[in-house]
């Protein structure tokens, strides 16, 4: 068991680039999720995977931002013309299946700096 | 909407003493599960605990244990014989059982810092 793990770890882009990060979940964990942390605030929600399919969204994710688990196994977040906003962590979480309720284990995170 | 809120910014205890962390929610459901993540610095977030609503018994794991009272609609998380590795950041949330929503809205947490 080596853990849910996020690359990259730190990402620095300019304004109006498109990133990528991906997270590679605990093997046989069917349920993935991806939040947003800022500085001084508690984990947001972005969206929910079960298997390959996006089960959830939040709304107050736009239309640049999206998310794909293509096979079950990792899964990619992809932000679109980045803003100075954008600037956060951005947290994978993983859970097994069976085990009602929330996300059990993190990820380490990407930091996201947009200058 | 449903809100999470923890009043105590920071918390501080010697090893080996117990200390309470709080946290209030405010929701209009009555099924629904709450949580207790801890937050290590430079480490990964973790489940500490979960509850859920529609269980009066008070979660227990180890040394952490919770008492929630559904009516005041709190939350609170007891660390007992507290150790220089549960100096963390503790986060609460919560978690609609309602429409199959996997959500969890979290407070903005409560440093921990524990004295040897």
């Known amino acids: 068991d080596t853990g849910v793990s996020q690359d990259p770890r730190h990402k620095i882009t300019k304004r109006g680039q498109n990133v990528t990060f991906r997270c590679d979940p605990i093997?046989?964990?069917?349920?993935l999720y991806w939040y947003r942390q800022t500085l001084g605030q508690g984990p947001e929600f972005l969206t929910y995977?079960?298997?390959?399919?996006?089960?959830?969204k939040s709304r107050l994710l736009s239309d640049r931002f999206s998310a794909e688990r293509p096979k079950g196994s990792f899964s990619t977040l992809e932000i679109q013309r980045t803003e100075q906003g954008d600037s956060a962590m951005y947290l994978c979480?993983?859970?097994?299946?069976?085990?009602?309720?929330?996300?059990?284990?993190f990820g380490p995170g990407t930091r996201l700096t947009v200058t | 909407a449903q809100t999470v809120t923890q009043s105590q910014p920071e918390m501080s205890v010697q090893e080996a003493e117990t200390v309470t962390l709080s946290c209030t929610y405010d929701?209009?459901?009555?099924?629904?599960?709450l949580f207790w993540y801890k937050q290590p610095p430079s480490r990964q977030m973790i489940l500490v605990i979960r509850?859920?609503?529609?269980?009066?018994q008070n979660a227990t794991e180890n040394r952490f244990s919770v008492n929630f009272q559904k009516a005041a609609k709190s939350f609170s998380l007891k660390i007992s014989d507290s150790q220089l590795g549960d100096a963390a950041m503790y986060f609460c949330?919560?978690?609609?059982?309602?429409?199959?929503?996997?959500?969890?809205?979290f407070g903005k947490g409560t440093k921990l810092t524990v004295n040897p």
């Open positions: 979480a993983s859970s097994p299946p069976g085990l009602a309720g929330g996300p059990k284990y």
């Open positions: 093997s046989e964990h069917n349920r």
């Open positions: 995977f079960q298997n390959e399919a996006q089960l959830e």
């Open positions: 929701t209009s459901e009555s099924d629904y599960y």
């Open positions: 509850q859920e609503a529609y269980k009066q």
């Open positions: 949330a919560y978690r609609s059982a309602k429409g199959g929503s996997e959500k969890l809205v």
